[in-house]
């Protein structure tokens, strides 16, 4: 599909320097979608068009404007698709997906597409590159890894705008069962094990 190659194209040029949501997590998520198509029977056309374009704007996490960055992709999506002559039928169901992706917006998408670009774009959230995802973003926004009195939110709820392990509590340890598709949920949670192995090794370095 051509159309695809134009819009990575596109994409490559104006997504932000973001290490966590740079044009290689788009590409991460392309993988796993195309997996996801297969097995899901989904139209590859849409759901990949979808997850080119998930992250077109993406606010960093500091900002407060991050929980609008799935909306404003959506909005943006719009032109580039009606330029590559996609029909209004087809735009809708991508940009409704898109819009509905982020873990902040609290949603479940109503198309198949979009439940494939919500599951696809969280695996990368998890497994080794998730790790990876979670501690560059801490280190940009210059927090500390733990809570050195309670490091794994025992006795306290987790604060992830304060610390970076929080952030497993708070969302990733959550991810595997908000998975939409049977072919989601089975590799979440393999990858869903490589962080609580992450976990269980670091309390004991500590």
């Given amino acids: ?16 320097n973001d290490s966590a949501h740079d044009f290689e997590h788009v590409m991460r998520v392309y993988k796993n979608a195309q997996k996801m198509c297969k097995k899901e029977k989904a ?22 404007r991050s929980k609008n960055s799935s909306m404003e992709s959506a ?28 873990f902040s917006q609290n949603k479940i998408p109503g198309t198949l597409e979009g439940k494939i670009l919500q599951d696809a774009d969280r ?7 998730g790790i990876a995802r979670v501690f560059a ?37 959550k991810l595997e069962s908000l998975m939409n598709t049977k072919s989601g949920k089975t590799e979440a949670k393999k990858r869903t094990t490589v962080l609580k192995e992450f976990l269980n090794q670091l309390n004991q370095e500590l």
């Fill in 137 to 173: 973003t801490g280190g940009s926004l210059k927090r500390p890894f733990y809570n050195i009195d309670d490091p794994f939110c025992k006795t306290r709820i987790p604060d992830d705008k304060i610390w970076t392990i929080d952030h497993f509590y708070q969302k990733l340890l």
């Fill in 123 to 129: 695996l990368d959230a998890l497994g080794a590159i």
């Fill in 43 to 64: 139209n590859e056309k849409l759901v990949l068009s979808a997850v080119l374009l998930h992250d077109i704007v993406s606010h960093p996490k500091s900002d407060k």
């Fill in 1 to 16: 599909m051509k159309v695809l190659d134009s819009i990575k194209n596109e994409i490559k040029e104006i997504m932000d």
């Fill in 75 to 102: 909005k943006k999506s719009k032109p580039i698709l009606e330029k590559y002559g996609f029909s209004k039928e087809e735009i809708i169901i991508i940009s409704d997906a898109i819009r509905d992706h982020s």
